[in-house]
């Protein structure tokens, strides 16, 4: 899913599409993960990223390590390229992208598998300009994207529009 993601859609959407190669990319739980995790592994290829609900740090939750083992084997150091928490605090230069997340407060994953203070926390480390909001009553669902989508597409749209206005 990592290639097509990061270089099969954009060739398709390129070659299809009268479109710039400048990219936003988003999730929601583990797309949340992925979209985090495949913007920082390639920092100069989105302007913007933003998530829903995400698993931020799996190699410290129940379900990222689990598939981790699964799919990467038991070399927890090899995890570290696949986890948001750890890329970020670990950015060896400033990632030139803006990153957007929301969280509902009632979710039943965030304390177990969501850990969205380790993201907080290598933000702040590494000084990366996170935009954290937390929702009280929100929790995984349907009903919490759909009450916030529409900020996440400005979001996308104001920095995509600032390196090419129209």
């Known amino acids: 899913m990592y290639d097509y993601v990061v270089e099969e859609l954009p060739a398709l959407i390129e070659t299809t599409f009268p479109v710039t190669t400048q990219q936003a990319i988003a999730g929601h739980s583990m797309g949340s993960h992925g979209a985090l995790m495949i913007a920082l ?3 100069t290829s989105y302007v913007s990223v933003s998530a829903f609900s995400p698993i931020s740090n799996p190699t410290q939750c129940p379900w990222g390590q689990k598939a981790f083992e699964t799919y ?5 150091d090899s995890w570290r390229s696949y986890d948001s928490s750890e890329l970020l605090k670990n950015a ?8 957007l997340m929301d969280q509902g407060e009632a979710d039943s994953f965030l304390v177990e598998q969501l850990k969205p203070e380790a993201l907080e926390a290598a933000a702040k480390a590494s000084n990366y300009p996170l935009q954290l909001r937390r929702y009280s009553g929100y929790d995984h669902n349907y009903y919490f994207i759909a009450s916030f989508i529409e900020g996440h597409v400005r979001f996308h749209a104001k920095y995509l529009c600032q390196i090419y206005p129209n």
């Open 41 to 43: 592994n390639n920092p």
């Open 72 to 76: 990467l084997g038991r070399d927890r």
């Open 92 to 99: 060896e230069k400033p990632v030139p992208m803006l990153m």
